[in-house]
């Protein structure tokens, strides 16, 4: 079964540190990857994704994010965290065969302190 | 960016009432929808996929006489929430993509509209 696991609930950086939020995956076949946040009582933004070509993603806000396929990671990075990056994220796998369903990963709440 | 709509924002309603919400794509037509739902601190689970047109499909666990959903023009889909009990209460998101994207590319997600069932 297609899964996205997100090892950690919480994150904490201090402003202009770099971050990294962690995501691993299990599919059948090519994965296709995203990243989205949420903030308070919001819906999700569209952060970035993965379908191919380069393993270095770059996305909104400063984001990045590295597949890695021998480590079926894809982790969330960004060089020097805001504090309005506090927020929720969610690492997302598309379903093989799908319409384009969305597998979720748990969540990781991101604190960035001043 | 395409633009998802969803009312109400909020409700709160009496146990045994029925709830709709409506989810709009405002400047693209959407043939496919996705209804979710987050219990708090947790994670979006699918409820089911809305097709412009013909039935939805529910996930596995989803009642599909519970929840309905009527996704009837290619910029509207409902869910309604029959009956709502207060274990009902949740935060339900819907989502919309592109028609003609087979899901390579991010969906476009609502608001979410928090329901509340006393």
């Known amino acids: 079964a297609q899964s996205v696991a997100q090892p950690e609930d919480q994150v904490n950086v201090a402003e202009g540190n770099p971050l990294t939020v962690k995501c691993t995956y299990s599919?059948?076949?090519?994965?296709?990857l995203f990243w989205y946040v949420q903030y308070p009582n919001r819906g999700l933004q569209f952060l970035l994704k993965?379908?191919?070509?380069?393993?270095l993603v770059k996305g909104s806000y400063g984001f990045e994010a590295e597949f890695n396929k021998s480590q079926t990671s894809f982790h969330l990075k960004k060089p020097s965290a805001l504090v309005s990056d506090s927020a929720l994220y969610f690492c997302?796998?598309?379903?093989?065969?799908?319409?384009?369903?969305?597998?979720f990963g748990k969540g990781t709440k991101l604190s960035v302190k001043p | 960016g395409a633009v998802v709509s969803q009312h109400p924002s909020r409700v709160i309603c009496k146990s045994g009432t029925s709830v709709k919400i409506e989810c709009r794509s405002l400047?693209?037509?959407?043939?496919?929808m996705f209804w979710y739902r987050q219990f708090p601190k947790q994670s979006l689970m699918l409820m089911a996929t809305?097709?412009?047109?013909?039935?939805?499909?529910?996930e596995q666990g989803v009642e599909k006489d519970k929840f309905l959903i009527n996704h009837a023009s290619l910029t509207l889909s409902t869910l309604t929430v029959t009956s709502a009990h207060p274990e009902d209460s949740s935060f339900y998101i819907c989502?919309?993509?592109?028609?003609?994207?087979?899901?390579?590319?991010?969906?476009?997600f609502g608001p979410g509209t928090r329901l509340t069932v006393l």
């Open positions: 599919v059948s076949g090519n994965p296709y």
């Open positions: 809305s097709n412009e047109g013909s039935k939805a499909t529910y």
């Open positions: 997302a796998v598309r379903v093989t065969g799908s319409q384009g369903n969305l597998i």
């Open positions: 400047d693209f037509q959407a043939t496919t």
């Open positions: 989502s919309a993509r592109i028609p003609g994207d087979r899901g390579w590319n991010e969906q476009f």
């Open positions: 993965y379908i191919t070509g380069d393993n």
